[in-house]
């Protein structure tokens, strides 16, 4: 696999914001690589997804500290009374090929398992979905 954490070293001043969705070693990978002040909205934790444990801290949590980091929470349902704003615009970038939406898509209802475990295994690039219709 890729060394992620050596591309992010590559990044001219840091990463500056990161929209993390998977957390375990990505966000290891991550936090060392962040900007002074950056900022990290967590969205998801795909990497514990599949575990009855709770996923460990971050190993390198000393670099919230070190770069005086801001991490929160970003929760979707918090901001659907929004949807009529940003829908449009997203829309738009989406229109315009500023923004990119990779699905990975399993046909059938009864391949839903199979889906699940490309989402959890890293084998999807992109929002994992299951057709159920023609």
């Known amino acids: 696999g890729q060394d992620v954490a050596a591309e992010l070293a590559k990044v001219e001043g840091g990463v500056h914001a990161y929209f993390d969705n998977v957390g375990g070693p990505l966000l290891d990978a991550v ?8 900022r990290i909205a967590v969205c998801g934790m795909v ?10 801290g971050p190993a390198r949590f000393d670099q919230v ?5 801001r991490i929160e929470g ?7 009374h929004r949807g009529a704003e940003f829908l449009p615009v997203l829309r738009g970038w989406e229109a315009d090929g500023r ?3 990779n699905l990975d898509e399993t046909a059938g209802l009864e391949n839903t398992l199979i889906a699940y475990a490309r ?6 690039i992109g929002k994992v979905i299951v057709k159920v219709g023609p």
Not at 31 to 38: E, Q
Not at 119 to 124: E, Q, R, S
């Open 31 to 38: 936090l060392p690589n962040m900007a002074h002040y950056g």
């Open 47 to 56: 990497a514990a997804y599949d575990s009855d444990v709770a996923l460990p």
């Open 65 to 69: 500290l070190m770069r005086r980091l």
């Open 74 to 80: 970003f929760f979707i349902p918090d901001f659907l």
């Open 99 to 101: 923004l990119t939406v």
């Open 119 to 124: 989402m959890l295994t890293g084998k999807a």
